[in-house]
């Protein structure tokens, strides 16, 4: 695909108020992002993705270069060879003062690329970083941890890469990353002791992928963590942690903790923490407990 090509169909958008280009697949390569990023018929983008093409390291130099990308808010390169030389140019370029959301998916990045990423003082606007099925490990991960450098990241995706019980931990005490809301560690083989850890610490994070769901699933006394981040916290986790637990209805011994529990904490706690329940396993049980409640069944099943 040409770059004059691309500069007409960003006209194209921007006449219908569309500041974006969205260019997945279209083989575009180092020779085509250099003359692209230098016109300045790019300067009011502000969504752009080159996500599945031919780009690579002096691709991403290019794009760290360009002085039209003040308005940018979101830049997709995954599945690129940016690798870690790439990322270097990307992380010490001022080019990028706005940038909410980052993905580097399957980019071939190491510890390297991650520890530069961390170090990096121009990335701090970041509420969404995409690092996932790179190869990324202890190192890496450390240094995304202990990085003051992403005080509003509120998304962090990691899986795909060779993560371990310790480096998860080491992201959920993070003190730096207060803001995050969702862990992603899809597909991740780690232990239940380590999820269960992760869910105790994030306060404030939802928790995304099956091996959390799964160890939820595996003990019915992990339900009473799951039933305390309803009820402490009045919010609803990420849903998708609760397909796994449609085949494991609550025990008797359960319910009669949540009602314990329920007496200090208002009814739409009560309800939240009733809603992810399977409807046809419990539903006996939570019309019971909703009448002594005096809290509707639909209030309880939205």
Known sequence: MRH??????????LAQGKPDLWLREKRITDRVVRPLVAD????RIEYLSLSSNSIGVKGAKALASSPYFTRLLYLNLSN???????????????????????????????????????????????HRLTLSHNKISKRGIEALATSP???????LDLWGNDLADEDVAALAASPWLAKLEVFDFYSMSLSD???????????NCAIQGPALAAA?????????????????RGRVVEPPLFAALDAT????????????????????????????????????QRASFCRRRDVSLEEALF
């Open 4 to 13: 004059e090509t691309i500069l007409d169909r960003f006209q194209q958008n």
């Open 40 to 43: 300045s018929r790019l300067e």
């Open 80 to 126: 690129n060879k940016i690798r870690d030389a790439g990322v270097h140019y990307l992380a010490a370029s001022r080019a990028f003062p706005r940038l909410t959301c980052l993905s580097l998916e399957n980019t071939g990045i190491k510890n390297a690329g991650a520890i530069t990423l961390a170090q990096s003082p121009h990335l701090t606007t970041l």
């Open 149 to 155: 450098n992403f005080p509003l990241l509120r998304k």
């Open 193 to 203: 002791e380590a999820c269960l850890r992760v869910a105790e610490r994030g306060r």
């Open 216 to 232: 939820l699933a595996a003990d019915p006394a992990n339900l009473f963590l799951l039933a305390r981040l309803f009820l402490e």
């Open 249 to 284: 209805p609550p025990t008797s011994l359960f319910w009669g903790w949540l009602e314990r529990q329920a007496e200090q904490v208002s009814d739409l706690a009560v309800s939240q923490a009733l809603s992810f329940f399977p409807t046809n396993a419990c539903l006996q």
